[in-house]
């Protein structure tokens, strides 16, 4: 069973359609990371979120995170061929809620989107 | 400011040979992490070095091993290498602040035949 239960896994959509991505879990942490992973790239650091019910927003994407802080959403409003890619949520695991390099990644959703 | 570096990007080895991948941090960082990226199992955390000392290892086994230089920048070795060990290996640099944000580097596509 993983940590963290990512939804869709794949999502092949058109230019301008809006969607969003799921991040759940059934535990709770202290702040819950997104990333987005180009191929042939290392993720990339989108937002990170630490309060339960914050919301985060990055031009066209808005970050959410759970009231119960055990489980968060990405948005994407019309969507772009930039947007491709394939979307990561990351929790980190360690005393206090530090890492120490440590992050546990949800298995991912791969975003196509189609002009 | 320069991003994490990985090297080699590519390599090709086979079955039994070993391998020493290498990484150089954003400057300022002193955390350095390892992970192995591969479609079935996602990405997996490897180690984690601060300071020359390792804080923090994954559940591999010992043929995976790393260090860490004074000068921040580290090195991973896998002895023995088996088929499943191809993947990309991802370094990733941060400040070890409290949220964890960590800043990947591309990664080396390790290919075992």
């Known amino acids: 069973t993983q940590l963290l239960e990512q939804s869709p896994q794949f999502l092949s959509i058109q230019e301008g359609e809006n969607l969003t991505v799921y991040c759940n879990s059934s535990?709770?942490?202290?702040?819950l990371q997104w990333y987005r992973q180009e191929p042939g790239e290392g993720p990339v650091l989108l937002v990170t979120v630490v309060t339960g019910g914050e919301v985060k927003k990055l031009k066209r994407l808005t970050f959410q995170f759970g009231d119960a802080r055990k489980d968060s959403s990405l948005h994407i409003t019309a969507a772009q061929p930039g947007d491709t890619g394939l979307y990561l949520c990351a929790v980190p695991l360690g005393a206090g809620g530090t890492s120490y390099g440590k992050l546990t990644f949800g298995q991912g959703t791969i975003l196509t989107v189609h002009p | 400011k320069a991003g994490v570096t990985q090297t080699p990007r590519y390599l090709i080895k086979t079955r039994g040979q070993q391998v020493t991948l290498s990484c150089s941090p954003i400057s300022g960082h002193r955390s350095v992490s390892w992970y192995q990226q591969t479609p079935g199992q996602g990405l997996q955390f490897l180690f984690e070095?601060?300071?020359?000392?390792?804080?923090n290892k994954g559940n591999f086994p010992g043929r995976f091993s790393g260090r860490q230089f004074s000068n921040s920048r580290s090195e991973m070795n896998v002895s023995t290498l088996e088929l499943g060990d191809s993947a990309l290996y991802l370094c990733a640099s941060s400040l070890g602040g409290q949220t964890g944000e960590l800043f990947f580097g591309e990664g080396s596509r390790l290919t075992v035949l």
């Open positions: 070095y601060f300071s020359e000392t390792q804080r």
């Open positions: 535990s709770v942490f202290s702040s």
